[in-house]
Nanobody, 126 residues
Framework: QVQLVESGGGLVQTGGSLRVSCAAS????????LGWFRQAPGKEREFVAA????????VYADSVKGRFTISRDNAKNTMYLQMNSLRSEDTAVYYC???????????????????WGQGTQVTVSS
């Protein structure tokens, strides 16, 4: 059973930067694809970014491409999301997730992720 804990959220002004982290314990973190999703009030949880288990591939939602960077440190069982040039529409609760093992990688598909963190709030104010 993988347990995930996000941290690093907070309040930032438009155009600012923030880095959120996701620490994992209790499972095969280094063997799995990882992803970040976000959910704004009244909206469905949406894909933000994903990274393959071997760090060779990354995928981004069009809305964050060029502004956000996903990374992982398998030795520390930790994943990061560096967010730059933040906009008000980036305001949401950000969740990290571990992709299902043993099958094809579907980085943008929410239902293919088996473990989720509790989320961290990111608020961008103008």
């Amino acid at each position: 059973q993988v347990q995930l804990v996000e941290s690093g959220g907070g309040l930032v002004q438009t155009g600012g930067s923030l880095r959120v982290s996701c620490a994992a314990s209790g499972g095969t973190f280094s063997s799995a694809g990882l992803g970040w999703f976000r959910q704004a009030p009244g909206k469905e949880r949406e894909f933000v970014a994903a990274i393959s288990w071997n760090v060779r591939s990354t995928v981004y939602a069009d809305s964050v491409k060029g502004r956000f960077t996903i990374s992982r440190d398998n030795a520390k069982n930790t994943m990061y999301l560096q967010m730059n040039s933040l906009r008000s529409e980036d305001t949401a609760v950000y969740y990290c997730a571990v992709h299902r093992l043993g099958g094809p990688w579907y980085p943008t598909v929410r239902d293919k992720y088996d473990y989720w963190g509790q989320g961290t709030q990111v608020t961008v104010s103008s």
